[in-house]
């Protein structure tokens, strides 16, 4: 999306240039045409009041007075003439709250919401998934049953589908073609917040706080390690179907099924002795991630 996201950032800086420019432009031609009336009518007076003057119908007490009044009006007339000016760039920041308040959502609860998830099971039936309308498909034909309950891995290259395989489970985006299911039934069957209440996403989390690495690793539980996490969603969350995205076949290894991805596909769906023997891409990750200076790191990882 990032061609999309591009473009949506160019008009709108665009316009709010384009807004900018008008604003400076009517600032800059404020100032000289009041001081211009400013200046025009203080000649004027001072002419006309001269005259007057000589004349013996004015005094210069009353020009005195009028040079005050005259200065008070065009005071006025000058801070008019500014509002008009913030006027103008009010409205950009106007249009832009009125665009997101008016904004449309692409995703929306049904008529008739269903309330409740028969069960963890999740299938995915013959489906197509472009994050635009015309755009490169970044998952093709994709076929899968998981069964409630069932601890699935996922692994495949950057850019491979992974994430928005799992994106379209809990609805953070709708299918193209074909559909998902949950417990059986359309994901978009359901109300959003209750399918989010029984389909979590948790994404990986690049925010550090001061310290040494080590200090953030430990930060929420000192005695915390990689292999506390995978036993207690292994054990401790029982009948939950788990889906786990890793570029690391060490976290996924013991996965009941192991979804092998490719180029927005998937290429296999076994398990991890199985997949070494019949999965030439799984085959060629396994070797070199247990090879060399990858070993060497998951012994580490073991060991800690």
Do not use: P
């Given at each position: 999306r990032e061609e999309h996201e591009l473009g949506k950032f160019d008009k709108a800086a665009l316009s709010l240039y384009n807004l900018n420019v008008k604003a400076e432009s009517l600032m800059a031609l404020n100032h000289p045409v009041m001081n211009l009336?400013?200046?025009?009518?203080?000649?004027?007076l001072s002419w006309f009041g001269a005259h007057y003057i000589v004349g013996g119908s004015l005094t210069t007490g009353q020009l005195t007075s009028l040079f005050t009044y005259i200065m008070t009006v065009m005071s006025a007339l000058m801070m008019l003439s500014m509002i008009f000016v913030q006027l103008t760039q009010s409205a950009a920041s106007g249009k832009r709250i009125a665009d997101v308040i008016n904004e449309v959502p692409d995703m929306f609860d049904p008529v008739d919401p269903v309330t409740e998830v028969k069960d963890g099971s999740i299938d995915f039936e013959n489906v197509y998934f472009a994050y635009s309308k015309g755009g490169d498909y970044a998952l093709e034909d994709i076929n899968l049953h998981i069964n409630a309950g069932e601890t699935v891995g996922v692994i495949g290259g950057t850019g491979s589908g992974k994430s928005s395989l799992v994106f379209l489970v809990s609805r953070l985006y709708d299918v193209s073609e074909g559909c998902v299911k949950v417990g059986g039934l359309d994901v978009r069957s359901y109300g959003m917040e209750a399918l989010r209440q029984q389909v979590a996403v948790v994404l990986q989390k690049s925010t550090l706080f001061s310290g040494t690495?080590?200090?953030?690793?430990?930060?929420?539980?000192?005695?915390?390690?990689?292999?506390?996490?995978?036993?207690?969603?292994?054990?401790?969350?029982?009948?939950?179907?788990?889906?786990?995205?890793?570029?690391?076949?060490?976290?996924?290894?013991?996965?009941?099924?192991?979804?092998?991805?490719?180029?927005?596909?998937?290429?296999?769906f076994d398990n991890h002795e199985n997949l070494l023997s019949s999965c030439g891409i799984y085959k060629d990750i396994y070797e070199m991630q247990t090879s060399g200076a990858e070993a060497d790191f998951d012994k580490k990882e073991v060991a800690a």
């Open positions: 009336v400013v200046y025009g009518c203080i000649i004027a690495i080590f200090e953030n690793l430990r930060w929420g539980r000192e005695d915390a390690t990689d292999a506390h996490i995978r036993q207690a969603i292994s054990t401790r969350i029982e009948g939950l179907t788990k889906i786990i995205i890793s570029q690391r076949i060490l976290s996924i290894k013991d996965a009941d099924r192991i979804v092998v991805m490719d180029d927005g596909k998937v290429v296999a």
